[in-house]
């Protein structure tokens, strides 16, 4: 489990296709600190560890993952949000986040509002009910609490902070970026379709 709170950003040292899809990444982490199976949140992606050296680990991605989220598009360079998982005792600063994405959001709007960014994105049909006003999503891993939403839009506010520490600064119009709808609002949603079934 995680919590949307970015504590690195790396950057796509290599990738190798083979059987599935091998990706280095380079980190501040502590690599000493990371066991081999360790899950790390990689832009709202939960990858495991296979490989590591003192600057960087590895993972490796099946063609699921590539198909389902932003990881297939990824190239040698490309800075990634990263966050390790929760130990117990650990501050919950953001909100449970799994690191299991449930689809990708297209960027349609930016626009500043001070020294924060207010990002408008797309999300495809069959997650838009998911996302609630003041609900809580994950974007490329940072968890943000949403603002507004219309039909298939959604709009967030991004502070100077979270811009600064996370990839999500770097954002253009057209980009596209993983999503994770909120774990109650799946759950919530689940219980109903049974009630009505």
């Known amino acids: 489990?995680?919590?949307?709170?970015?504590?690195?950003?790396?950057?796509?040292?290599?990738?190798?296709?083979?059987?599935?899809?091998?990706?280095?990444?380079?980190?501040?982490?502590?690599?000493?600190?990371?066991?081999?199976?360790?899950?790390?949140?990689?832009?709202?992606?939960?990858?495991?560890?296979?490989?590591?050296?003192?600057?960087?680990?590895?993972?490796?991605?099946?063609?699921?993952?590539?198909?389902?989220?932003?990881?297939?598009?990824?190239?040698?360079?490309?800075?990634?949000n990263l966050e390790r998982a929760l130990k117990a005792g650990d501050e919950m600063g953001g909100h449970v986040v799994s690191g299991h994405v449930d689809g990708t959001a297209e960027i349609i709007g930016l626009e500043s509002e001070g020294d924060s960014l207010r990002v408008r994105f797309k999300i495809m049909g069959s997650l838009k009910c998911f996302i609630a006003p003041k609900g809580s999503v994950t974007l490329n891993g940072v968890s943000l609490t949403v603002n507004e939403v219309e039909g298939e839009t959604f709009g967030v506010n991004l502070i100077a902070h979270t811009q600064q520490e996370t990839t999500l600064g770097n954002l253009a119009l057209g980009d596209v970026v993983n999503v994770e709808i909120d774990m109650l609002a799946r759950y919530v949603a689940r219980l109903l379709e049974i009630e009505r079934s």
């Open 1 to 80: 489990m995680f919590t949307g709170i970015i504590t690195d950003v790396g950057t796509v040292r290599s990738i190798v296709k083979t059987g599935d899809t091998r990706i280095e990444i380079t980190t501040r982490f502590d690599t000493d600190t990371i066991d081999i199976g360790a899950s790390i949140c990689c832009s709202g992606a939960c990858m495991t560890v296979v490989e590591k050296r003192d600057d960087w680990f590895a993972v490796e991605a099946s063609a699921e993952t590539l198909s389902k989220t932003v990881l297939g598009q990824w190239q040698e360079g490309t800075r990634i």
